[in-house]
């Protein structure tokens, strides 16, 4: 049972950062990422990075503010978000996209609230 352990949400006033964390239980992934969802909006993409590559993509919404990362020795994604917004604040939703033989399976975190003030 793949499990993903998610971190490091909170409040936190317009302008300021947080580190998201990811931790997976297993090794065998193609990619992972982040999306968010905001009361009344359709869950969206935030930012995704390939395991071997470390190629990363992030919604223009997010892009020179929000830098993915991963460590592949502790099977760990971060998502390090600065200069936050009001518009930042939803439920944010790590993601990897395990293997299995020709298979591929996207298992998801519990989900960790981010809440900035403005």
């Known amino acids: 049972q793949v499990q993903l352990v998610e971190s490091g949400g909170g409040l936190v006033q317009a302008g300021g950062s947080l580190r998201l964390s990811c931790a997976a239980s297993?090794?065998?992934?193609?990619?992972m990422g982040w999306y968010r969802q905001a009361p009344g909006k359709q869950r969206e993409l935030v930012a995704a990075?390939?395991?071997?590559?470390?190629?990363?993509n992030y919604a223009d919404s997010v892009k020179g503010r929000f830098t993915i990362s991963r460590d592949n020795a502790k099977n760990t994604g971060y998502l390090q978000m600065s200069s936050l917004k009001p518009e930042d604040t939803a439920v944010y939703y790590c993601?990897?996209?395990?293997?299995?033989?020709?298979?591929?399976?996207?298992?998801w975190g519990q989900g960790t609230q981010v809440t900035v003030s403005s």
């Open positions: 990075i390939r395991r071997r590559s470390g190629e990363t």
């Open positions: 297993t090794s065998i992934f193609s990619a």
């Open positions: 993601y990897i996209d395990g293997i299995s033989g020709l298979d591929v399976r996207r298992y």
